[in-house]
């Protein structure tokens, strides 16, 4: 998982395992920043649809999260529309895995431990960082 700032530059990236769900993964990717800050808010897809996770991000972190609910919700909505408004910008999260796949040794994942898999990202999104200066 990875968080990016509104320009599509990473803020924090984590790996797991491909078995947890993305919403218990939220809080260990914003404890892994690159910086010294955390993001205001979280845009997420449809996945991230919980009210625990809400609740948790905005009580213990003051970070909103936004995300469009699941077609199949069973309690009432929390999402303002107006809000979901910069759910359309999704799209730079999504340009800085382009930018993290044109690394090979990311998308073939030839490493064997997690952390050696970890060090390259966190290399990769290094690079992306300084092509800004």
Not at 1 to 26: Q, T, W
Not at 96 to 125: I, K, P, S
């Amino acid at each position: 998982m990875a968080v990016a700032d509104v320009s599509g530059f990473p803020i924090a990236a984590h790996i797991e395992s491909a078995s947890p769900h993305e919403v218990r993964l939220v809080e260990d990717t914003v404890d892994s920043s690159f910086t010294p800050y955390a993001p205001d808010k979280i845009i997420g897809d449809k996945a991230y649809d919980s009210d625990k996770l809400d609740q948790s991000l905005a009580e213990e972190r003051g970070i909103e999260l936004i995300a469009p609910h699941k077609r199949n919700r069973k309690k009432p909505a929390t999402q303002d529309g107006r809000k979901l408004r910069r759910y359309k910008r999704r799209w730079k999260v999504e340009r800085l895995f382009a930018w993290l796949y044109n690394f090979r040794r990311l998308v073939v994942r030839w490493e064997y431990h997690a952390d050696n898999f970890l060090g390259f990202l966190q290399l990769g999104c290094a690079m992306i960082l300084f092509k800004l200066f």
